[in-house]
Structure formats: structure tokens, C-alpha cells
């Protein structure tokens, strides 16, 4: 039986469930359009459309969603094969916000970029309200296997590998997501005022290849999230956090971000970033970025300049 729990702040609901399920977007051969299905361990996808569901946004507004989606998969639906498909960002009119300076790494980058803006970063942290900033809209986010993008304009340009809190339209964290903030460090570096170029930008934003639905915050908090980078067939930079570093609550999160806001068509929110790449390292196109969240999955993308 599903339960709710209500956010430390603001009234940001946490919607709570015990059944743990994978949802994907993904495009088959047998169809011009998007669908949406249940994600196997099997390495099979269950296609939705056959049962009525059209749009990830209005699945994610059932209350009981995992005992839908258990009932589905008890039904006879029948399985494509994961590779005969081609997943899709798992993100659709959805807005794709960020919040900053929500991990001690993330603090100790974001000062490290520039004296000027060192004071501000040091304050947010500790300050009662969080940094959110948007990031995307969801017709510009890139999925799974495809190219996101460094600015021409920019020297200084990495990844952000970061867990994406899916939310509905009535507020509920419904679901988690593996996300890429790319970031322009050097653009951000030289004015805060910046901010909006270093973060938005064609192609500077990643999610999937999923959204895993039936989890609690305490065992989303369980998670470990890497990044390896890879360049020539090498790899470059590897590293990890845990989900647990995040100093913020989710539901203080949801909160920050639903004050004098709505999402009609629900939000996902990325919850910042706990690895960052030294400072002589900068992105080169070509480069492979894999984005493990060990309760999501692998979000793989290449890099191309924009």
C-alpha cells in the first residue's frame, strides 16, 4: 500500500512505494512515434501503448502507480527486445531544473573557479535557501546514446554527473533518474552573473536511460553514482559519490523549487553534483561520458561541440 510523506519544507510530498520498477521512452521500428514501457531485468521493454498509456507525463500522474505497473506485467503484454529499440530521454514537456552547491565537492569547485564568486558559493551552502536554477526544456534534453554538447565559446568544460528527482504535477517525487548538468566552468569562473550560459546551452543536458519508480528516499540514498570518462579508448577520469552526501532533503528540495511555481506537465530536478574532474581536465569532443547510478542505470553519451 502506497504512503506519503510530507517534505520538511513548503509541503513538497514524497510519494513512497515498495515495488521498484524501471520506466522508459523509447521509439521501435514498428512505430513513427514514442512510446512508453516497463524496463526489464531481462533486458526486455513491455510497451505500454497496448494497455492506453501515450505519455510518460500522464503515467506518472496515477497514485498507485507500481500497482499499475504490477498489474500490467502480470497481463500479456508481449516484450521487445531491448536492443531492437532505441531508448529516448525519459522526459517529454516536463521543465528540467537544477539545484547547486548541494554537495561539500560541488562548494569547494564552485570557489575554486574564481575568487569573485568564492563568497557566494561559500554562503549558499549553508544558507537556508538552495541555489535552483532552470536548466532545460524537455524537447531539448538529449537521451541515452546521443551527443551532448560543449560550447565553441568555452575552454574549461565538464560533465556533472547528478540523481534527478522526477516529480508530477501535483508535487509527489514519483521516480529518480540518472542526469548530466554540463557545465562551462570557465564561462561561470569569470562572472556568477554567467551562470545561464555556463549551464544552458544546446545540448547541455542528459537524463535516462530510465526512471526507476517504487523507491524511497532513505534507499535512493543508498546509491552510488560514477562517471567514467573515456577518450582514444582510454579512460580519462573516474570517480564516484553516494546519493547520501547530498546535504538537503529531497522533499526540502521539491519544496525550494514548487515555491511561487507550478508544473502542470510535472519537473525534474537534478540535486547537484558530488564528483568533479580536476581542474587541468576539460571535456574534448569524442569523448565518451557513462553515468552510472547503481538503483538507475548507465546514461552513456558522446561529446560534440555546439
Known sequence: MASRFSGACFGAVLAVTTHPMKLCRFRSPHSPWPAVGILREDATVLDLSSVGVVSLSSLLEIPDLTGRLASWVRSSLRPLELSAVTLLAPVERQEVWAAGVTYLRSKTARMEESDFSATAYDRVYDAARPEIFFKAAGSKVVGPGAAV?????????????????????????????????????????????????????????????????????????????????????????????????????????????RRSQEFPEGAVLLTGTGVVPPNEFTLAAGDGIHIAISGVGELANTVAVV
Request: overall charge negative.
Open 149 to 257: 554538447g560543449i560550447r565553441a565559446d568555452a575552454t574549461w568544460n565538464v560533465p556533472e554527473p547528478e540523481l534527478a528527482l522526477v516529480i508530477n504535477s501535483r508535487g509527489e517525487l514519483v521516480g529518480y533518474t540518472a542526469g548530466n548538468d554540463m557545465s562551462s566552468r570557465d564561462i561561470e569562473g569569470e562572472n556568477l552573473l554567467y551562470l545561464p550560459q555556463a549551464k544552458v546551452y544546446r545540448a547541455s543536458c542528459a537524463l535516462g536511460p530510465c526512471i526507476t519508480v517504487g523507491v524511497t528516499e532513505a534507499e535512493a540514498r543508498e546509491w552510488t553514482i560514477a562517471i567514467r570518462i573515456e577518450r582514444g579508448g582510454e579512460t580519462v577520469f573516474r570517480g564516484e559519490t553516494q546519493a547520501s552526501k547530498i546535504k538537503r532533503s529531497f522533499g526540502e528540495l521539491v519544496g525550494w523549487l
